[in-house]
């Protein structure tokens, strides 16, 4: 493992080692350059994973969101939030991310879903919808496929090709098989075909046989949440890092936290304001920086280093910086059923039904989305939130609920548009600090209600869904207005025109030749919810241009 | 998002589990120790007195109680909680002394000749815990007693898994399909 001397340039600084840093990283020390990797988290290992819900679960914060062995601590970053521009944020836990070497990878589900050519392009198709700044992408689903493909078969994704009608085209087949089906899996399959619909293996980075090395899952069902103590999810931290440090080009960096970027006097990258963890601040010199940090931190470092000649924040001449900002929406609903599923074995979700993806103006809104079915619920979390309506909260009856209900309940998550608007953005409080003394992430975001419509519309489905599965009790979580964001997207968006958007279409900053951003923010639209997999073929895509802007010369301008 | 924490709404407490991070080796070891306590036979709490954890066993045997199938008294809830008190949740010895001192008085109001909740009928303990389901103190030892009663048996509760047991949870490293019915039938064929 390669340790940078302290005063050493390298190449590039990768700030963020998380679902998309790792990647960028490790394909630009394959290439021979020196690359040094900024994570604000600790650099943790499968040893350091357990089955252990009151440990790794989100119990423990103020209701509910923090995993904070593996995602941030809101008592040391806090953030703000308000609806509206007009009003004044207040404090309350908001943003949720991985905060680890590997990222919201070590601990998310595994879904794997490609976007489909639709994504792309829907202010074509669709037309301009008022309110929103609805774009197309820069890019085409064509573009982007070779990525998508490099992705699934460097990191280990199982799944089907071709079982799902709806998939946009693909060059090649998964690596893997789809994992084992399990009882949600059944029951999602057996009621989408009553309803006539298309269910299909869920696509997941989790290896369903040893791939490259690594082990295939055990089925041990401590996954979402938890980090894989098999290395049998497809996180970067399993897939990617261990290649990364081998090339011996590129030094991972934890508890790394990034407070500004450096710009010389001609406006160019030239290095990075650190704390480690001892709080004792550190320049790290560079040629080039990529920043890799989310949908909401990427936006709040591009704001926190404004400076002289950047009054307005770094890369943000557009006045876009964290505009646009989406997060995860959906619907919620669950069901009971007669005989046991005992789904707490296994991955979390092996089948989805995507007939309802593209918009479609017969509905009278905007939006579509996916369903899958899921185990939802560790013990101590089912004893606390996944009781039937109305199940008393204590007593023989709740004791009775508990063991009746257990192991015969499923969830259908649905996965639905999120609509960029200009006013939903990240910003930087201006009172609230966080432990290091930066200012507070400040969250404004209200639902289109294009978007709430979409989500009542998942619900509705998945009721009739848990129905025709022959579910024997059944419920649907409220639709609400968002107040928390696990998906951070769209507040660096990229474009052709350098008024309308940060970045360019091959990720490199409008206005500072030598910073990339690579994350969440580049998104221009949301997709349906599950961002994973388009930000790692953009990084796999952004590694490539970046490598051949490099290899011609053109980034070390700063020096 | 939003619908979806809605939905997981609860009043949880805070635990800092930062904290809870940072000492983790000594709090295993803890619970280890007060484990073995409580197996033999040995009633050892570090922060209860026996009349405080007399107490709490029983509002904990209310919340999950024993009947043809064990409870939170049979899990060793209340040394979960005690050890919970000495260790991560240090912050809420208040809440516990506090409000068993409050429990106490109005056993007394309540039920002359009375001195402790312990001692009344269970008709009369459900009684007098519904006229306090609101409060912060029966919320804690509630949200104690279901962490107590279903997280590892190592944090002091969930003796010889009998949560798990009753719920029809294991803990393993490893399961081979098929997992449950549905999806036994499906393999069989029969969909």
Known sequence: MVRFADKAQVDFVVIGGGGAGPIVAKELSMAGLQVVILEQGPYLHEGDFEHDELKFKDIFDPPGIGREVLTRDHALQPDTFRKTEKEKAVVVPFIEYGRCIGGGTVHFTGNYWRFHEIDFHERSKWGELPGTGLADWPITYAELEPYYTKAEWELGISGQAGANPFDPPRSKSYPLPPMPIKSSGVLLERGARRLGWHPYPAPLAILSRPYKGRAACAHCGFCEYFGCEWGAKSSTLAAVIPAAEKTGRCEIRPNSYVRKISTDMRGRVDGVIYFDHAKQEHFQKAKAAVVCCNGAETPRLLLMSKSNLFAQGLANSSGLVGKFFMVDLGSTCQGIFEHPLNDYKGVRATRIVQDFYDSDTKRGFFGGGGIDARFNFYPISFALYGLPPGTPRWGTEFKHALIENFNRSMTLYGHTTCLPIESNSISLDPEVKDAWGLPALRITYKCHPDDLSTMKFFAERSMELLDAAGAIKKWAAPVEDATSAGHLMGTCRMGNNPKSSVVNKNHRAHDIPNLFIVDGSSFVTSGRNQPTCTIQALAYRAADHIVSTAKSGSITSSI | ?191
């Open chain 2, 1 to 191: 998002m939003d619908s979806r924490r809605e939905f997981l709404a609860g009043a949880v407490s805070g635990l800092s589990s930062a904290w809870l991070y940072l000492h983790w080796p000594s709090v295993l070891a803890a619970q280890a120790h007060a484990r073995r306590a409580a197996q033999s036979g040995l009633a050892i709490f570090e922060f209860f007195s026996k009349e405080q954890a007399a107490e709490v066993e029983a509002v904990a045997a209310q919340i999950i109680p024993s009947n043809d199938t064990p409870g939170a008294r049979e899990a060793g809830v209340v040394h979960f909680i005690d050890r919970a008190l000495t260790s991560f949740d240090r912050d809420k010895q208040g809440t516990y002394a506090q409000g068993v001192a409050a429990l106490q008085t109005k056993v007394r109001d309540q039920f002359p000749g009375h001195d402790r909740f312990a001692d009344l009928a269970a008709q009369q303990e459900i009684q007098l815990l519904t006229a306090i389901e609101n409060t912060e103190f029966f919320e804690l030892v509630r949200l104690h007693t279901i962490m107590g009663f279903l997280a590892k048996p190592e944090y002091g509760g969930n003796d010889n898994h009998v949560g798990w047991k009753l719920i029809g949870f294991a803990d393993q490293m490893r399961y081979e399909p098929p997992f449950g019915y549905y999806d036994r039938e499906f393999q069989k064929g029969g969909k």
